[in-house]
């Protein structure tokens, strides 16, 4: 894995996607990082490589981060960020996953001055194959923003919006994505075990079925539904399985209902 070092971070919250991020950073030459995390034990895997104190008060004083990510629940924010306020300068960003948070809420906690990056990230960033979107505030420098997309390319790929609002779509679509391919895969193996098929066969081939497919189009230059049809053999059983799927009253309907009640909450919870 080629390295280039990053310059000093500070994470807030090191949980399932700080600790995905922190990894990836590590890996990307990383040297100089101090973490906040209450819970010692998230942080554990990380110990003697970044500093970890629990909260805001035991950063070290003379510490000046290039950025500060923000990794800690939405419902968090209101409490821990003004904790954060003394980073606002210009010479470090603040970078949010949280989602539904939005910049100018996180500007009334942090300092109407802040440079603030709101970005949605996902957990396949755990094995360096996640997709973040990125919406710069206003203030953030073209430097800043270069810099926050080597962290978020620390982690897979990155792409960038203009308008705020997209993150709220974004974060029920790539965002929560994984979750859904997840379900299908828990689906999928209790309808084969209805079928008759054993459990641990079952289970064995809804997770291959799903990793191997995803690894598919991850490799192919064809698009999804190109993927899709050379599956489906003319009068063969997919035809059959897909006249049930694509029914407009499934899955084309029930996605569209499930993007928009996340993206609903994406939307609650702003601030
Ligand atoms: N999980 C996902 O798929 C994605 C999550 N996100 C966003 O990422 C953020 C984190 O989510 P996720 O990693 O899943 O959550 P986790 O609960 O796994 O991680 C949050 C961590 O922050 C810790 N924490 C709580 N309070 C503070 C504080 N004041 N200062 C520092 N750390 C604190 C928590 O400790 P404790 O457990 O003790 O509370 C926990 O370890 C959320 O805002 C979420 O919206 C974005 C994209 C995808
Ligand atoms: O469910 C959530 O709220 C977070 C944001 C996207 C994925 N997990």
Redesign the pocket.
């Known amino acids: 894995m080629a390295t280039d070092t990053l310059p000093p971070l500070l994470l807030?919250?090191?949980?399932?996607?700080?600790g995905a991020m922190l990894s990836g950073w590590l890996e990307r030459g990383l040297t100089e990082a101090v973490v906040?995390?209450?819970?010692a034990a998230?942080a554990a895997g990380f110990a003697g490589r970044v500093k970890v104190v629990p909260?805001a008060a035991a950063i070290p004083a003379g510490f000046r981060p290039s950025a500060v990510v923000l990794?800690?629940?939405?419902q968090?924010a209101a409490?821990?960020l003004p904790g954060f306020a003394r980073f606002a300068t210009p010479e470090t960003v603040f970078v949010s996953?949280?989602?539904g948070r939005n910049v100018a809420g996180m500007r009334a906690a942090l300092g109407e001055g802040a440079a603030i990056i709101r970005a949605?990230?996902?957990?396949p960033a755990a094995v360096r194959q996640g997709f973040t979107v990125g919406f710069p505030g206003p203030g953030v420098t073209a430097a800043q923003q270069a810099l926050a997309d080597r962290l978020l390319s620390a982690i897979g790929e990155t792409a960038w919006v203009e308008d705020e609002s997209l993150i709220d779509p974004v974060t029920a679509v790539s965002?929560g994505g994984?979750a859904y391919v997840f379900l299908l895969a828990e689906v999928m193996e209790v309808a084969a075990i209805a079928e008759g098929v054993p459990t641990e066969l079952a289970r064995r081939m809804a997770r291959a079925t799903v990793a191997g497919s995803g690894a598919l189009l991850a490799a192919s230059s064809e698009d999804a539904a190109t993927l899709r049809k050379a599956v489906t053999s003319p009068k063969g059983t997919t035809e059959r399985a897909l006249a049930v799927l694509m029914a407009p009253e499934a899955w084309p309907r029930l996605m569209n209902q499930a993007i928009a009640a996340a993206t609903a909450r994406s939307r609650e919870l702003a601030g």
């Open positions: 807030v919250g090191c949980g399932k996607m700080g906040v995390e209450p819970n998230a909260d990794a800690i629940k939405p968090e409490v821990a996953i949280m989602a949605m990230p996902n957990t965002g994984p």
